[in-house]
């Protein structure tokens, strides 16, 4: 029986190769090997190809198969544009989204900022990371690549005598072009998760 993720992990698939862009390994960036199309993605290397999505990990059809076809179908040629970063709700059509992207993307790393400076180098090895640029502010910063074009930039403040440990996520200034909105939600979500395993 096929799940609800796989239907349309096979659905974008579908669209994506109808009408096939000869120049897909560009835009993407990635490397082509006929009808299959590799790239790193969330610190893995992925593979799409007519008959799924695979990453390092084995074959992926999950929220994670979703944003690598749903990227794809996205690809254009356009450049990451990474500053000025942008907060989530700046981009159009994100208040729906807001909520969930807050609590599922930043709240969720609040208990993790001591842990995620003390593995800065493991996290930024893994995602393609990063210095962020001069002036972001917060305690410490990074930026990170989960997608080929498409860069996150974490502002993190630790625990003090007054305020609690936060995290503020940022996206690089043109991520709307490459993924529709609630797919820029979930690469926020998906980042930080994979960030929360690299530390522990």
Do not use: W
């Not at 009408?19 to 960036?29: I, N, T």
């Not at 410490?140 to 630790?158: D, T």
């Not at 936060?166 to 690469?187: K, Q, R, W």
């Amino acid at each position: 029986m096929v799940d609800n993720y796989a239907k349309i992990v096979q659905d974008n698939l579908a669209k994506l190769y109808q009408d096939l862009p000869q120049d897909l390994e560009k835009k993407l960036p990635g490397q082509r090997d006929g009808d299959r199309f590799t790239f790193k993605a969330f610190g893995e290397n992925c593979e799409i190809a007519p008959d799924g999505v695979r990453t390092g990990a084995g074959e992926h059809a999950s929220v994670l198969g979703i944003l690598l076809t749903l990227y794809a179908q996205n690809a254009c040629s356009d450049a990451c544009v990474t500053v000025p970063f942008k907060a989530f709700k700046q981009f159009p059509s994100s208040m729906p989204y807001v909520g969930a992207f807050a609590t599922h993307t930043e709240l969720v790393l609040a208990p993790h900022v001591q842990p995620m400076k003390n593995k800065m180098d493991t996290i930024l090895d893994k995602l393609d990371g990063e210095a962020s640029p001069a002036g972001t502010g917060g305690d410490f910063s990074f930026v990170v690549y989960p997608l080929p074009k498409i860069a996150l930039c974490y502002i993190l403040y630790e625990e003090d005598d007054e305020f609690p440990a936060t995290a503020t996520c940022l996206f690089s200034a043109n991520a709307h072009l490459f993924l529709p909105i609630d797919g820029l939600a979930d690469v926020g979500e998906y980042t930080s998760k994979k960030i929360i395993e690299l530390i522990g």
